[in-house]
Structures are given as structure tokens and as C-alpha cells.
């Protein structure tokens, strides 16, 4: 029972490259969202999707874009990753029966130099 | 606008006494709240959400929290707190009336349990 696992769990990349965070959830859960955590900020939104190629915007989603083309995979790609998108990236799920109870991933740790 | 508000970024308590993490909410709609905690180098775990009801809310691990609308708090509490308790913990809201699911999460508050 894997549960939401998250690829790579660390990662390094310089500015201007293009990365990819993978979310893979084997629940088959309707919604995911991907957040970011930053000291003094707590957990900020991204993006989520209702369902397969339902996705909408959050709180800080400049720089970023998501697909959902499989509802078992939201993956977060960084289009020209730049230094303050340095964080940790979690990556969430929760079914469509109770939506408000979410199951966050082990997070992907980002440094962008 | 939605926000959250997390006064103390780090509460003291010794074990076996009562904890209080506070929350403060803004939202233009229905409230709906949650507190998630969250273990060193783990992702958030969900403990409990008032919905709608009865405004005292039970959750896991023998905590609770209270919806105050007037004074739009949602406490996160525990009678007698373990050692075990000490983690980070987060307060989110979302709109229930809005029809989306976009959670605004508080900035976190470090709970240290005193043995």
C-alpha cells in the first residue's frame, strides 16, 4: 500500500532549467494539490485539480504548471526554475467523498542555485 | 479574502498538563477549518475539521478544537499533553461556499511537550 509518493525527494537544479516534480497517489483520489512550505509562510497553494484534467490556480502559482492527464499523477513542473522557488514541495490527495481531508506526501526538497 | 492567523510561533507546555494552540480565521464566506500536524522531515497528517454542527470537534491522537464564530477562533486543545506531541502544528481554512478548494494554512506553531 503505497498511499501519495513523491519523486525525486531531493533535488538540485541551477536557475533557468526546466524541472519536474512527480506526485504519484495510488488511492485513485479525485483531488490533488500541490503546496509549498517556506519558513515564515507555513503551507502555500499552488495548484489543484478536482479530477482529471480539472486544475485550477492557487495562492502562488507564477512559475509553475501543472497537468493532469491521469488521476493517479499531478506532476509540478518548474517552467525556469528561479532561486526563491528554493522550498519543500508537498504534494496532497484526498478522495472525492470527503475532500477536506487531505493526505499530504513525504515532500520534495528544492534548491534552486 | 481568506486568511489564517497563528499568533505563537512556539507554545511550551510540560506533560500531563493541558495545551492550547490558538488559531484566528478571517473568511468572507463559511468557514471551514482543519488543523494538520506535522512530524520533523514528514508530510502534514490530518487531525480534525469543523464542517458544520456541533462547535466543539474531536479528532485524532485525543485532540479537539472549538469553533467561535464570534470571536472566529478555532483553538486546537488536548487535556494532558505527551512528550509524543511535540511537532509542528497548522491551522488552514477554506470557503465553504465558494464552490473551490483552495486552503489558506496558517504559518505553523512549534508545540514542545516538557517531560
Known amino acids: 500500500d503505497a498511499g501519495i509518493t513523491q519523486s525525486p525527494r531531493y533535488k538540485i537544479t541551477e536557475t533557468g532549467r526546466q524541472v519536474t516534480l512527480m506526485c504519484h497517489q495510488t488511492w485513485s483520489h479525485s483531488y490533488m494539490f500541490w503546496y509549498r512550505q517556506d519558513l515564515g509562510h507555513g503551507l502555500r497553494l499552488i495548484y489543484y485539480s478536482a479530477a482529471a484534467d480539472i486544475t485550477d490556480k492557487g495562492e502562488v502559482p507564477d512559475g509553475y504548471v501543472v497537468s493532469r492527464s491521469k488521476t493517479e499523477n499531478f506532476p509540478l513542473t518548474l517552467e525556469s526554475a528561479t532561486r526563491s522557488q528554493t522550498s519543500v514541495y508537498f504534494c496532497?490527495?484526498?478522495?472525492?467523498?470527503?475532500?477536506?481531508?487531505?493526505?499530504f506526501g513525504p515532500g520534495t526538497r528544492l534548491t534552486v542555485l | 479574502a481568506q486568511s489564517v492567523a497563528q499568533p505563537e510561533d512556539q507554545v511550551n507546555v510540560a506533560e500531563g498538563n493541558p495545551l492550547t494552540v490558538k488559531c484566528t480565521y478571517s473568511?468572507?464566506?463559511?468557514?471551514?477549518l482543519f488543523w494538520y500536524v506535522q512530524y520533523p522531515n514528514r508530510g502534514l497528517q490530518f487531525l480534525l475539521k469543523?464542517?458544520?454542527?456541533?462547535?466543539l470537534v474531536k479528532g485524532s491522537y485525543g485532540f479537539e478544537a472549538e469553533f467561535n464564530k464570534s470571536q472566529t477562533s478555532f483553538h486546537l486543545k488536548k487535556p494532558s499533553a505527551l512528550v509524543s506531541d511535540s511537532a509542528l502544528y497548522f491551522c488552514a481554512v477554506r470557503d465553504g461556499s465558494s464552490g473551490t478548494y483552495k486552503y489558506i494554512f496558517g504559518t505553523g506553531t512549534r508545540l514542545k511537550v516538557l517531560a
Open positions: 473568511v468572507s464566506g463559511n468557514p471551514y
Open positions: 469543523y464542517i458544520t454542527g456541533d462547535n
Open positions: 496532497a490527495s484526498s478522495e472525492q467523498g470527503a475532500p477536506d481531508t487531505q493526505y
